[in-house]
């Protein structure tokens, strides 16, 4: 197993201990301390998903896809989460199938390449990167789209959590944050869309994107016929804080600060992702809705 997340992560050599000095134990604290029962509770991963086909559309072109669980054996402790929102775009249902065929293809290759040669222990059939694995799953992605779906297209932001870092995948406009309880929502994803290069060319402000006619056009997403490659990074989970993934159909209409509002507020994880979506509903849902709300204890 160790030689199995080497190769994901790297061997990093750890820093020498500090050696300090401490008060001497007593023989019956000793006693105590070996005789009581050894318990822990694993880092976990708390999740909650949330989905809504708008207001104004007659039919639900995202997908959504969440696992998530925990290995704990005493000397190792890896929470698993995989998490994934694809939107779909083009006529005659071609959206959702290019959705539902982007979310299932790349699942599936990171299930099978690292999920279940994990939990069986067989470290040797792992040899690719955390980088190469997921650029990898979004080529398969990629591939089932236009196979499936032939003049369709959809986004895809994918998060691959293990232990206490997060792996990103990303093409077209959905978008993954870190939220902290300081206020602070941080986006962690970039939208490859026309007006967001407009922004960074100073073209137009981030009021005019609002706006702008064609604040939809995806200048990178799957199906698309140009070669592209995703975005990949790798980010230290927000502790304390949230992960969240949405769909367009969340951040287009509800406020950074709303957001927060709610995330922060809720009782849980999925009494939130249930009010982002009421929220979006309430500015005029305008388009499908899709949420995953993540959070590392």
């Not at 509002?261 to 809705?289: F, H, M, T, Y």
């Amino acid at each position: 197993m160790i030689d199995f997340l080497k190769r994901l992560f790297g061997n990093p050599s750890a820093p020498e201990p500090d050696n300090v000095k401490t008060a001497p134990l007593s023989e019956e604290i000793i006693t105590d301390v070996a005789m009581a029962p050894m318990t822990f509770t694993p880092a976990q991963l708390m999740v909650g998903t949330g989905q809504s086909v708008g207001k104004q559309r007659d039919h639900n072109e995202d997908t959504i896809f969440s696992l998530s669980s925990v290995f704990a054996d005493g000397s190792t402790e890896l929470p698993f989460g995989l998490f994934v929102i694809a939107d779909g775009m083009g006529g005659h249902q071609h959206g959702e199938i290019a959705s539902g065929a982007a979310a299932r293809a790349f699942g599936d290759y990171i299930l099978q390449k690292l999920f279940t040669p994990f939990l069986i222990g067989d470290s040797d059939s792992q040899s690719e990167s955390l980088l190469e694995l997921m650029e990898n799953g979004v080529k398969e992605a990629q591939r089932a789209v236009v196979r499936k779906a032939p003049g369709g297209g959809t986004t895809l932001t994918a998060a691959l959590v293990l232990g206490e870092q997060v792996t990103m995948a990303h093409v077209g406009d959905s978008r993954a944050y870190f939220i902290y309880p300081d206020g602070r929502i941080q986006a962690i994803t970039q939208d490859h869309s026309l007006v967001r290069r407009l922004q960074e060319l100073g073209q137009i402000t981030e009021e005019e994107a609002k706006v702008h006619p064609n604040r939809n056009v995806l200048y990178r997403a799957l199906g698309q016929a140009d070669p592209f490659r995703p975005d990949i990074h790798t980010h230290p989970m927000p502790q304390p804080g949230f992960m969240l993934l949405c769909s367009d159909g969340l951040w287009g209409v509800v406020s950074d600060a709303e957001i927060f509002r709610i995330v922060n507020g809720a009782k849980n994880l999925s009494i939130a992702c249930q009010e982002l979506v009421e929220a979006a509903n309430a500015a005029g849902g305008p388009d499908n809705i899709s949420v995953i709300l993540v959070q590392y204890l």
